[in-house]
């Protein structure tokens, strides 16, 4: 443990990431202290001055070199949240370093370097989480209803999970997509790859209910059905996934980006489990207060340059985005953040719900999706390496 | 009138309307039946219906799942580029009916429990003949482990 009896935090990039919701998760936590932001000596001038505004913002030093930042013996734990093309290289880095890993989802861009990372940790006995919903009521449910046994023995699971942002309508339509594998780049200001981005949330989720049970094979299609940015991004804005685990059991997910008035509330999110007993449905959004009044409604957000798609809290904050106003959902049960789940883990010296290896078998499904969207048959796991 | 072309009636009514644009993607899931000899029946009707709602033929599709574990899903690829993910489910004492459409402009939610208050319903899985060439695709693809081609006539 660092000076004064608190966990020294090295935030590995900065603005116009994930890292803006991590980076105050961390600073929250009184266990922690945060040492600074720090990135590769070689990050673009765009992405340095994001690291600075989070910095700023956060009140803590820019430390624009990261190996130096890395050698710091203050420093115990890394959030990494680079982009995907170069997040296996930084993590590398960081773990050579002796850091425990707290990492954006999912792992990395690259299998190779997302498993040389895991190997990294387990080697040097790290500790390591990567970024779920695992700690969110609807999961911390639906793992109590699979635990009680309730279901029986749980043959299939089924999740949607669709983010309601981005203005719509814009994607040409009629025609199928045409993959490619593997993708190499993940992440423009203007576009993401959605099931990159979205399914990795629902594989770590039935991965985790179901024991983490291996992937066998899956069967994936991409579409681009929403926003011509992502047409000439050549990013999916759209995923759908069937999958076959050990044991037999079955799971399917659809997963994107889908629109800012797609839902009322954050987008459509729902675990339906069919055990060997019984089925349930598990709703996000359920129980909920409906309101209908004659409050002015709710109005979709300006298009933001920098942000189009309405990607990161800080351009949300910026337009003054308020929830929307019909649907209230309470908290159901109590939520830790996840950074703070972390601490825990490596207080107490003992395995995250999510590591990094957890992190790189969901990133393993991922890729092979894109084999199979790509080539339109089903995609054998493990993939060579 | 059967439960399934009473929700085909009153979704196509809707559809009209282009509530929420051009549908794109749809998941449908039938928990309709307690006879496991009825699964790919039912799920070869509710990629029917899922087709009609898309507005586009199903070309290929992959079938997994057991019809002893009581689950059979299907990933469908229609000829316009839209995605369904369609599920038939044993109902296990719960007839359940939920339905996600997504349209480039916005979605559809259907939710159900038809006879959860008591009252009877008729739920009759009535085979129509595109449901057979959509159910020999599914027996097709359960059988070969991959995606198959829907064949017609």
Known sequence: MADRGQYGVLLVTGGASHQENYGPGFQADPRCRIIGVADEAQADGRRKLLNRSLAEEMKVPLLPDLDAALRRRDVQIVSVCTEHERQGRVAIRCAEAGKHLYIDKPVAGDLAEARKAASIVQQKRLRSQMFTTLNLPYAQRAMRIVRSGWLGEVRAIHCDLMFAKGHTGSAPLGKARKESYPPRRFLFPDAKREMFNIAVYSLALIRWLTGRREVRSVRAVTGNYFFNENVQRDFEDFGALAVRLDGGLTATIMCGRIGWMSHLSGGHNVVRLSGTRRNVAIDASQPRVEVASDRPPWQIPPRDPDDPMGFWRSTQQKAGIRPRPEWYVPELLPVRSDQSLFIDCVEQDREAECTIADGVAVLEVLMAAYKSAATGKVANLPLSA | ?153
């Open chain 2, 1 to 153: 009138m059967a439960y399934l072309d009473w929700l085909d009636r009153t979704l196509q009514a809707k559809l009209a309307e282009k509530p929420v644009g051009e549908p794109v993607a749809l998941r449908f899931s039938l928990a309709a039946t307690e006879d496991h000899g009825l699964l790919i029946p039912a799920l070869a009707r509710a990629l029917s219906l899922a087709s009609a709602w898309l507005g586009s033929r199903i070309e290929r599709l992959y079938a997994m799942g057991s019809l002893h574990d009581g689950s059979v899903s299907v990933l469908a690829e229609p000829a316009g580029g839209q995605t369904a993910i369609v599920s038939s489910e044993l109902a296990r004492g719960a007839i359940a009916v939920r339905l996600l459409l997504i349209g480039n402009h916005g979605t559809l939610i259907w939710e159900d429990s038809p006879g959860a208050d008591g009252l009877k319903v008729d739920f009759r899985i009535e085979g129509r003949s595109e449901d057979q060439w959509l159910r020999e695709a599914l027996e097709r693809s359960l059988e070969s482990g991959d995606s198959e081609e829907v064949r017609r006539g």
